[in-house]
Structures are given as structure tokens and as C-alpha cells.
């Protein structure tokens, strides 16, 4: 694969776009493939969150970061063979430059809910930025996310075949399309928050509890019981506060 010419920092909003998206999935353990500066490694463990452990493989979360120089065929395969190191969230970041890196089209296949930044601060060395001159174009970056096991074989069709049918299943029919999704893919855990999202969203208190009661149940679902948490306490919580109507 080709090395990165000219490794600059990200720059600042980029930066604190990974952060807010790292933070809402407060992941145990983080991997950033290039961090020029440290301006990710030295803010993600900030704040209320705990300190996160950058590790080398078996990650809860990992960040892929574009140098906009590597050719799209080798930056997808670099992402590909990250994703299989990966267990939860997987954040894709990089540079619109044509024909490098993984590609807005694709990015925006991947994650329709991308992110799109455009900053006047751009690259000036290995360890620094600086804002642009007025005849220099500003530079713009995408931010993504994606389930890591939706690169394995054949795991966007069955994730499809779900999501087809998501609108028309009742609790009970996806709990057991998920289950049979998890039996092939372990990593699938997002099926049920899925689910779960649906459900709050018809008001099925008891089929969303249902399916919140599988994700407690996992080995490992990660940022899902987070997200699925939240859904729930969005969607009944204030049921939940009404004081009990008086009788007689």
C-alpha cells in the first residue's frame, strides 16, 4: 500500500467531529489508524468518559483516517482488513480528494447519514495546520460510520433482507430474524437495536422490552445497549414519570 506523503493533523473540527462521534458510543477500547499530533489520542479519553485504551486488535471501536494520497483500491482494502479487528464501531474519516481513499460515493453507500465538513484550515507539515490563503480552496472531509460486520461475506444482504422487512415484522418475527441473522453473524447486534428503534417508534412498549431483554442478554453487543437504552428511556420515559391518576 502507498505510505502517506504528507501526514498532517486533522484539523480542529474535524477533530472534535470524531470526538462527538466517539463519545456518544463511549467504547471501552479505541484504535486510530493515523493520528498526526495526537489530536484524537490526546482529547478521547477527556471529560466524563473513561480513559480509552488504544490497542492493536480485538477493539470495542476504531477510527480509519484517510491521508488522501493512497489509492481507492488499497485505502478499501486497508478498511476491509481493519473491520475484521473491530468488534462494534468503526468510524471512517478522510479527505475529499478524487480518486483517493474510499470515496464519497461509496462512503455515502455505506452511511447515508455521513457527516461533510468544510474548513478553511488545511495541512502544513507533519506536525501542524494553518488557515488558508484566499486563493487556496478550503478543504473538505467526510465523517462516517458503519458497523464493522458488515464486511464480511454476504452480511449486507442478510442486513437488507432485514431491513425490507423491518417495517412489516412484528416484535416476535424480529427477534427471530435477528437471532437467525446472529446465528451466522455474531457481530449483528445492531439487527436488535434496529428493531428496538422501530418498536419505540410505534409506541410497542412490550416489543421493544422484548428485544432490549435479548440485548442484555448477549455476549458483547457493546455501543448497541448504550444506543437501544437511550431509545427506550426517548420513547417511554415520560410515561414511565406520569404520576398515578386519582380514583373515586
Known amino acids: 500500500m502507498s505510505e502517506p506523503i504528507h501526514p498532517?493533523?486533522?484539523?480542529?473540527?474535524?477533530?472534535?467531529?470524531?470526538?462527538?462521534?466517539?463519545?456518544?458510543?463511549?467504547?471501552?477500547?479505541?484504535?486510530?489508524?493515523?493520528?498526526?499530533?495526537?489530536?484524537?489520542?490526546?482529547?478521547?479519553?477527556?471529560?466524563?468518559?473513561?480513559?480509552?485504551?488504544?490497542?492493536?486488535?480485538?477493539?470495542?471501536?476504531?477510527?480509519?483516517?484517510?491521508?488522501?494520497?493512497?489509492?481507492?483500491?488499497?485505502?478499501?482494502?486497508?478498511?476491509?482488513?481493519?473491520?475484521?479487528?473491530?468488534?462494534?464501531?468503526?468510524?471512517?474519516?478522510?479527505?475529499?480528494?478524487?480518486?483517493?481513499?474510499?470515496?464519497?460515493?461509496?462512503?455515502?453507500?455505506?452511511?447515508?447519514?455521513?457527516?461533510?465538513?468544510?474548513?478553511?484550515?488545511?495541512?502544513?507539515?507533519?506536525?501542524?495546520t494553518r488557515e488558508r490563503k484566499p486563493w487556496e480552496p478550503p478543504a473538505k472531509w467526510v465523517v462516517g460510520h458503519v458497523r464493522p460486520w458488515r464486511f464480511e461475506a454476504d452480511a449486507e444482504l442478510a442486513r437488507e433482507g432485514f431491513m425490507a422487512r423491518l417495517s412489516r415484522m412484528s416484535a416476535p418475527q424480529m427477534l427471530l430474524a435477528a437471532r437467525r441473522v446472529l446465528a451466522r453473524f455474531p457481530r449483528a447486534h445492531e439487527l436488535l437495536l434496529l428493531g428496538v428503534v422501530e418498536l419505540v417508534a410505534r409506541g410497542d412498549e412490550a416489543g421493544a422490552r422484548a428485544l432490549w431483554g435479548e440485548i442484555e442478554g448477549s455476549d458483547d453487543p457493546g455501543s448497541v445497549r448504550r444506543l437501544a437504552r437511550a431509545a427506550l428511556l426517548d420513547g417511554f420515559a415520560a410515561a414511565w414519570l406520569e404520576p398515578p391518576r386519582a380514583t373515586g
Do not use: K
Open 8 to 128: 498532517s493533523p486533522l484539523p480542529w473540527p474535524v477533530v472534535e467531529s470524531v470526538l462527538l462521534a466517539i463519545a456518544r458510543v463511549a467504547p471501552t477500547s479505541l484504535h486510530v489508524t493515523r493520528d498526526p499530533a495526537a489530536r484524537i489520542g490526546r482529547h478521547a479519553g477527556e471529560g466524563d468518559h473513561p480513559r480509552l485504551q488504544v490497542e492493536a486488535d480485538g477493539v470495542a471501536c476504531a477510527v480509519w483516517i484517510g491521508d488522501g494520497v493512497t489509492a481507492c483500491v488499497d485505502a478499501r482494502a486497508a478498511l476491509v482488513e481493519l473491520a475484521a479487528r473491530c468488534r462494534h464501531d468503526l468510524f471512517m474519516v478522510e479527505p475529499i480528494v478524487p480518486g483517493c481513499g474510499i470515496g464519497l460515493h461509496m462512503l455515502r453507500a455505506i452511511d447515508p447519514q455521513l457527516v461533510e465538513l468544510t474548513t478553511d484550515e488545511i495541512g502544513d507539515g507533519p506536525e501542524r
